[in-house]
């Protein structure tokens, strides 16, 4: 860079090097070019790095520390002989100047004004460090005998109260004098619990693969495996052993209800199944003579009618009193069955009878149609 920068210089024809010495005094310029247009005031443009975190008061935004600023630099002071330099610069989020200078009794920089310092010191006192001594206490130690015999005696008193806690301290560092031993040991301590952790791992692997889950699994804990060991798991049985229990259910559950009924009730359901016409699908239709229609024929199918009649107005009176018998309890209620179906098997076998065991039903007459074909 400085090669390229004396390579391309010009130096015009006038030029003198005895007399001007150098092109800066041949244009009467400054090297810092910008930089230094303030230099009659005894200020210097610099780049300024913000020496710790501050709050701007103008905009109250924080400034981190190391952010960097064109600051005008300018000597305002003294201590000793180490000069004290003012730094003014611009925040760059808001027109209010920020104003700090050196202090060099303490080594650090102080805001002037139009910030406030963010408070991240530490305190050398409280932490119970030593202090570096004054300048003037270090010129009173050195002139006055007697201040330097207080001095003395208290800093021995101080001394006996330290002396537990260094012991305490040094015993503290002497076992952890054999670097090599202790860095050998907890080496092969960490070897040991890595390789338990990578068994783990893979259990974990396995049972998550087994039981296609996405989930990590968390370790177990001495309360899970207590809680576990109370569980008991029971399987619900197989197939077979749930349709055998439905059918001894099924089995063991009564055909009729428990609750009595009484003899009106069952000789209405008596009633009821002799006026019914049709029968249910998949059975014989129902005998004609039980709607009590009489149809009028030949004397030898008047003979064959009257039988069927009355074979068929038998069975089913039999078939009546079992069920009537199954669901009645009590005994007036059989009684009651078995009169009624022995008034069913006395009525006599003519078909006028017949029609009148039925007060309500109808007595149809077909004489005129079939009974003259038949003669």
Same mark, same amino acid.
């Given at each position: 860079?400085?090669?390229r920068?004396?390579?391309n210089?010009y130096?015009p024809?006038d030029?003198?090097?005895a007399?001007?010495?150098?092109?800066?005094?041949?244009?009467?310029?400054?090297?810092?070019r910008?930089r230094a247009?303030?230099l009659?005031q005894g200020?210097?443009?610099?780049r300024f790095?913000m020496?710790?975190?501050?709050w701007c008061?103008?905009?109250?935004?924080?400034?981190g520390?190391?952010?960097?600023?064109n600051?005008?630099?300018k000597?305002?002071?003294?201590?000793y002989?180490?000069?004290i330099?003012?730094f003014?610069?611009?925040?760059?989020?808001c027109?209010?100047?920020?104003?700090m200078?050196?202090?060099?009794a303490?080594c650090?920089?102080?805001?002037v004004s139009?910030a406030?310092?963010k408070?991240e010191?530490w305190?050398?006192?409280?932490?119970e460090?030593v202090v570096?001594?004054?300048?003037?206490?270090k010129?009173?130690?050195?002139?006055?005998?007697m201040?330097?015999?207080?001095?003395?005696?208290?800093d021995q008193?101080k001394?006996?109260?330290?002396?537990p806690?260094l012991?305490?301290?040094q015993?503290a560092?002497?076992?952890w004098?054999?670097?090599f031993?202790?860095?050998s040991l907890l080496r092969?301590?960490?070897r040991?619990e890595k390789?338990?952790?990578?068994?783990? !791992?893979?259990?974990d692997?396995?049972l998550q693969? *087994? $039981? /296609?889950?996405? +989930?990590?699994?968390v @370790?177990e804990?001495?309360?899970?495996r207590?809680?576990?060991?109370l569980l008991?798991?029971?399987?619900?049985?197989?197939?077979e052993d749930?349709?055998r229990?439905?059918?001894?259910?099924?089995i063991?559950r009564?055909?009729?209800?428990?609750?009595?009924?009484?003899?009106a009730?069952?000789?209405?359901t008596l009633?009821n199944?002799?006026?019914?016409?049709?029968?249910?699908?998949?059975?014989?239709?129902v005998?004609?003579?039980?709607?009590?229609?009489v149809r009028q024929k030949?004397?030898d199918r008047?003979?064959?009618?009257? !039988?069927?009649?009355?074979?068929t107005s038998?069975? *089913? $009176? /039999?078939?009546? +009193?079992?069920v009537? @018998?199954?669901?009645?309890?009590?005994?007036?209620?059989?009684?009651?069955l078995?009169?009624?179906?022995e008034?069913a098997l006395?009525s006599p076998k003519?078909e006028?009878n017949?029609?009148?065991?039925?007060?309500?039903?109808?007595?149809?007459d077909y004489?005129d149609?079939?009974a003259?074909?038949d003669?």
């Amino acid at each position: 860079m400085g090669e390229r920068k004396g390579v391309n210089k010009y130096y015009p024809p006038d030029f003198d090097p005895a007399k001007h010495g150098s092109l800066n005094k041949y244009r009467n310029s400054h090297p810092l070019r910008e930089r230094a247009r303030k230099l009659s005031q005894g200020i210097l443009i610099i780049r300024f790095e913000m020496p710790y975190n501050i709050w701007c008061d103008g905009c109250q935004n924080h400034i981190g520390m190391g952010v960097r600023y064109n600051a005008e630099k300018k000597k305002v002071g003294n201590y000793y002989t180490t000069p004290i330099y003012r730094f003014r610069m611009k925040c760059h989020l808001c027109p209010n100047h920020i104003e700090m200078q050196t202090d060099p009794a303490n080594c650090d920089y102080v805001i002037v004004s139009g910030a406030r310092r963010k408070e991240e010191r530490w305190d050398v006192e409280s932490n119970e460090q030593v202090v570096a001594t004054a300048h003037e206490e270090k010129q009173k130690l050195e002139t006055d005998a007697m201040y330097k015999l207080e001095h003395g005696s208290k800093d021995q008193n101080k001394l006996q109260r330290a002396l537990p806690t260094l012991q305490d301290i040094q015993e503290a560092q002497n076992a952890w004098k054999d670097d090599f031993s202790l860095n050998s040991l907890l080496r092969r301590k960490f070897r040991e619990e890595k390789k338990i952790l990578q068994e783990e !791992e893979k259990k974990d692997l396995a049972l998550q693969a *087994k $039981a /296609n889950l996405s +989930i990590p699994l968390v @370790r177990e804990s001495d309360e899970d495996r207590h809680l576990a060991a109370l569980l008991k798991y029971q399987s619900l049985g197989s197939y077979e052993d749930k349709q055998r229990q439905k059918r001894s259910e099924i089995i063991d559950r009564p055909w009729f209800s428990s609750t009595p009924v009484s003899s009106a009730k069952a000789s209405d359901t008596l009633k009821n199944l002799s006026r019914s016409g049709k029968s249910p699908v998949g059975r014989s239709p129902v005998d004609m003579t039980h709607l009590g229609v009489v149809r009028q024929k030949s004397k030898d199918r008047e003979r064959a009618s009257t !039988e069927e009649a009355n074979e068929t107005s038998t069975e *089913k $009176a /039999n078939e009546t +009193i079992q069920v009537n @018998r199954q669901e009645q309890g009590s005994v007036a209620n059989r009684m009651s069955l078995d009169s009624y179906a022995e008034s069913a098997l006395a009525s006599p076998k003519t078909e006028e009878n017949a029609s009148s065991s039925f007060p309500a039903s109808l007595v149809a007459d077909y004489s005129d149609s079939e009974a003259e074909a038949d003669l």
